[in-house]
């Protein structure tokens, strides 16, 4: 089966540190997301590519995130600096065309911010 | 805020016995998805009904949907312990342009 490739599983950072997770959508699909997942706020959109153009990153800290395609074959969402506020779990999802074959999903970048 | 909002937050039952999770939402939809999640995995599609669907199957699954009501179910039938899991409905709503909106799910525990 196709799927989603998320690295690191986990990261451990100290505040104040740059953070930088990766995605590898499944081939051929054209639509991106990043979610960030706590047991406080749920499943949280944070930013939304189609065809590698960014529509939706309304929902990112603009401040500190950036989430980025350089190419088709890679997402990145960087968080520059880290707080302990950003430990979550951070989900990569990608889908082709509109939500209508639903959206597959990464298992995820575990972050602790200490 | 969460466009979904799940009922119950949590239901433990014994295997065998079937599973209902409801799932209202706040704003016209396109569709409505069910998403299952594993502990510590990431989620995994399971069904999707559209807006002018009623009720749809798939395998031990049935999910309803109610426009007027704004609300849907989902029944997994003779549960087994291998259904525990959090399960989440999302919304891609009129006008979010494909974007899913997640309710706050309901944690399953199937008792073996």
């Known amino acids: 089966d196709a799927r989603v490739t998320q690295t690191p599983r986990h990261k451990v950072t100290e505040m104040g540190q740059e953070v930088t997770m990766r995605c590898q959508p499944i081939l051929g699909h054209n639509t991106v997301f990043w979610y960030r997942q706590t047991m406080m706020q749920g499943l949280e959109l944070l930013a939304y590519f189609r065809n590698r153009a960014p529509l939706d990153d309304s929902g990112m800290p603009k401040d500190r995130f950036s989430a980025e395609m350089p190419d088709a074959t890679l997402a990145t969402l960087k968080i520059q600096p880290s707080e302990p506020r950003d430990s979550a779990v951070y989900f990569c999802?990608?889908?082709?065309?509109?939500?209508?074959?639903?959206?597959?999903f990464g298992s995820g970048t575990r972050l602790t911010v200490v | 805020s969460q466009q979904g909002e799940e009922d119950p937050q949590a239901l433990s039952i014994q295997e065998g016995e079937n599973a209902t999770m409801n799932c209202s939402y706040k704003?016209?939809?396109?569709?409505l998805q069910w998403y299952r999640q594993n502990s510590g995995r990431g989620l995994v599609h399971l069904i999707l009904i559209r807006s002018n669907e009623r009720e749809k199957h798939s395998g031990r699954l049935r999910v309803t949907l109610d426009t007027s009501k704004k609300s849907s179910s989902l029944l997994i039938t003779a549960s087994r312990a291998a259904d525990t899991a959090s399960y989440f409905c999302a919304t891609d709503g009129e006008t979010s342009g494909s974007r899913l909106t997640f309710g706050e799910g309901t944690q399953l525990t199937v008792n073996p």
């Open positions: 999802a990608s889908g082709r065309g509109g939500s209508w074959y639903g959206y597959t």
């Open positions: 704003t016209s939809i396109n569709n």
